[in-house]
């Protein structure tokens, strides 16, 4: 029964595609080619008599050209959207320029800040960037960095803006690093503090390293440039 059922579907297709030719060949006016999809527009530049028809078949080999055309510029759109390696690479500098110049500003007043609250205050140029950060890109998807640069985080479904949780997971890796490192940190007085930040800092900038490469590596491995942390909080860095 399905066999059979198979078989009569199978001979209406083959008569109706046949329909179709005999149609082309056969054609006195022109069919407004410009309602056809691509496929349809290749079916009839197939089907259509070239000595019979020259002029249907040139118009739909123009159509076929333009929409092949139109398709490419909208890639080529799509990648110069997403072509934000080096955008993102100068932003970071400037980043780093803004954060140099709040840390120095905090620096002056930890003269006035109670013994107590002094070993705190100095672990904080371990967090400040991802403070920076999370709160920038939560705020506008932007550090003033990108700002600069005309770049801006956005959500990877449907472009719209990032949420905190968000924000947060684009950094959540470098955090976890971070708080793993200051945990493992001996601290026996506050005199001791500032002597093991070197080893600290060779720790967190080896593990950094690794986690950057990682990243780096992803994302020239895709076309839209995302990063892991952009696969992790589900985000993408788009040109505005």
């Known amino acids: ?3 059979y059922i198979h078989s009569i579907w199978a001979t209406f297709l083959l008569l109706s595609k046949n329909d179709m030719q005999i149609e082309y060949k056969n054609m006195n006016g022109t069919p407004n080619f410009e309602e056809y999809s691509y496929d349809a ?4 530049y197939e089907a259509i008599n070239e000595s019979k028809y020259p002029e249907n078949k040139a118009m739909v080999a123009r159509l076929l050209e333009e929409i092949k055309g139109t398709e490419e510029a909208i890639v080529a759109v799509k990648k110069q959207k997403y072509s934000t390696f080096w955008p993102r690479f100068f932003a970071s500098f400037i980043d780093g ?8 500003s905090l620096s002056l007043v930890i003269g006035f800040l109670p013994m107590w609250a002094i070993p705190a205050f100095e672990l904080l140029p371990f967090f400040d960037l991802y403070i920076y950060s999370v709160a920038l890109h939560a705020l506008s998807g932007q550090t003033f960095g990108k700002v600069f640069m005309s ?4 959500n990877y479904l449907d472009g719209d803006d990032i949420s905190f949780k968000q924000a947060f997971m684009r950094d959540a890796v470098a955090i976890l690093i971070t708080l793993f490192s200051v945990a493992m940190l001996p601290v026996d007085s506050v005199e001791n503090l500032p002597a093991q930040y070197n080893e600290l800092l060779i720790w967190i900038l080896t593990v950094s390293l690794a986690w950057f490469i990682i990243d780096i590596i992803t994302m020239l ?4 440039r995302r990063t892991m942390h952009d696969y992790i909080a589900g985000t993408v ?4």
């Open 97 to 104: 320029i803004c954060l140099a110049i709040i840390t120095y």
């Open 237 to 240: 860095v788009i040109n505005i």
């Open 1 to 3: 029964m399905v066999f």
């Open 151 to 154: 770049v801006k985080v956005v």
């Open 41 to 44: 527009l290749l079916d009839a």
């Open 221 to 224: 491995s895709n076309e839209k």
